[in-house]
């Protein structure tokens, strides 16, 4: 004959798992490393898809291929919080100043009132992180805690990956760019997220994507 739990003794099993659950959760910390990487995956995939829906070629433009969409990371400074990495999807004008205009920012869209961008600043103008425009997320600092974002293998000090209409990935600033298949990624491009500085963060303080050359594949490596 087999003997059966009571309700009381069910309960108390319930109970003391509950409470194992509350301790194990309270004790993993929240992935913001991870969580920030997967969003900027997601944009980074997000401008790929504006690339290769938006040809920007034009015969009657000698340098169309300057306006390709574009994802732009900068520290940028707000005036009522200060400074914080930040990212902005763009697409470059017929001036080709290589800094975004409000008018050149990609919309938002989850919200069309709002543009992709979590902040910048670009001599005069830009949109702040506290602007109304902005989208907060994408300001990866007070969003995630990003400390610092470092480019590496991406042949040029600027931390910016375009794509032209067939998805393939472009460094650097395009505004300085002397033909259509200048500044063509050759090799795997990695984008590090830290939360101190790169150049002293522990396995546990870093992750990084990378982007492939040609096709622009984006994934995590670690």
Wanted: with cysteine.
């Amino acid at each position: 004959m087999h003997k059966a739990f009571t309700i009381l003794e069910l309960l108390v099993v319930i109970l003391v798992i509950s409470i194992l659950s509350v301790m194990v959760a309270q004790r993993l910390p929240d992935d913001h490393l991870r969580a920030a990487a997967d969003q900027v995956i997601s944009h980074i995939r997000y401008t790929q898809h504006l690339a290769m829906i938006d040809n920007k070629y034009d015969p009657e433009v000698e340098d169309w291929y300057k306006e390709r969409w574009q994802i732009f990371f900068s520290k940028s400074s707000d005036t009522q919080l200060g400074d914080a990495w930040a990212y902005t999807i763009f697409s470059d004008g017929f001036t080709h100043t290589g800094n975004p205009d409000p008018t050149e920012i990609a919309v938002n869209p989850e919200d069309h009132s709002k543009r992709l961008t979590g902040g910048y600043t670009s001599g005069a103008s830009g949109i702040e992180y506290s602007d109304e425009n902005a989208t907060k997320a994408l300001n990866i600092g007070r969003q995630y805690g990003i400390a610092d974002v470092v480019f590496s293998n991406c042949g040029s000090t600027a931390r910016r990956i375009a794509f032209d209409s067939t998805g393939r990935p472009y460094h650097g600033d395009l505004s300085n760019a002397t033909s259509p298949y200048d500044k063509l990624l050759t090799t795997q491009c990695q984008i590090s997220l830290c939360l101190t500085s790169c150049n002293t963060a522990q396995e546990d303080e870093k992750i990084t994507i990378a982007v492939e050359a040609e096709t622009g594949y984006v994934h995590v490596l670690r």
